[in-house]
């Protein structure tokens, strides 16, 4: 099946800076890729959904100023935490949708584990 | 709107008995519907999922699911549980936009 890494796997940082995370599709071009968050004992929830070459689109609550995302090339998104805070502490996990698979196929990264001190 | 409900956030068992999770959905019009695995601190593996083909899904790891469209349901069934199966499952169903909505996660529990 297809692979998707995310880097850093952990990360440990001071509130106040920047964090950001990246996810690769390594062996499929993903046009669109997802970024969930996952607090602990806690179903996933959608924050954004990353296009190539536009601009992402935010759910509903979730701060577009806080949570930069790039995608761009087909191949890479990045999710950056700006002036993060303890309440950021959590689970990123991203998702890359390979269309050659179907539309409906999501293959997911190992996440990110977030710790805003 | 599309939603899924997991009616057990834990389910335990014995190592070599079926394993039964279940999962509701509301649709309103033929959904795709997926089961994920998570083990902690991993990211989500696909089980398996159903995409308006047959109703009985087999997936891995020797994991099924049966779409009922009388029921609403899409429960996931094992036949015999392992050790290795001790991990958190999700059902999911995807959006007119590809987006997943995420149930809210049943824990299963081996017991040796």
């Known amino acids: 099946g297809a692979v998707v890494s995310q880097h850093p796997s952990r990360v440990i940082c001071k509130s106040g800076t920047s964090v950001k995370i990246e996810c690769r599709s390594l062996?499929?071009?993903?046009?669109?890729m997802f970024w969930y968050r996952q607090f602990p004992k806690q179903s996933l929830m959608l924050m954004a959904t990353?296009?190539?070459?536009?601009?992402?689109?935010?759910e509903q609550g979730v701060e577009k100023d806080k949570f930069l995302i790039n995608h761009a090339s087909l191949t890479l998104s990045t999710l950056t935490v700006t002036s993060a805070h303890p309440e950021d502490s959590s689970f990123y996990i991203c998702?890359?949708?390979?269309?050659?698979?179907?539309?409906?196929?999501?293959?997911f990264g190992p996440g990110t584990r977030l710790l805003v001190l | 709107a599309q939603s899924v409900t997991q009616l057990d956030s834990h389910v335990s068992v014995s190592e070599g008995t079926p394993v039964l999770l279940r999962c509701n959905y509301s649709?309103?019009?033929?959904?795709?519907l997926f089961w994920y695995v998570q083990h902690p601190n991993k990211g989500l593996q696909l089980l398996l999922k159903?995409?308006?083909?047959?109703?009985l899904v087999k997936g891995i790891n020797g994991f099924e699911a049966e779409f009922k469209k009388s029921e609403t349901s899409f429960h996931l069934t094992k036949p015999s549980a392992h050790m290795s199966d001790a991990a958190e499952y999700f059902c999911?169903?995807?959006?007119?936009?590809?987006?997943?909505?995420f149930g809210s996660g049943t824990r299963l529990l081996v017991r040796p």
């Open positions: 998702s890359a949708r390979a269309p050659t698979s179907g539309a409906e196929t999501q293959y």
């Open positions: 062996d499929f071009q993903a046009t669109t």
């Open positions: 990353s296009n190539e070459g536009s601009k992402a689109t935010y």
């Open positions: 649709s309103s019009y033929s959904p795709s």
């Open positions: 159903y995409t308006s083909a047959a109703t």
């Open positions: 999911a169903v995807m959006d007119s936009s590809y987006k997943l909505i």
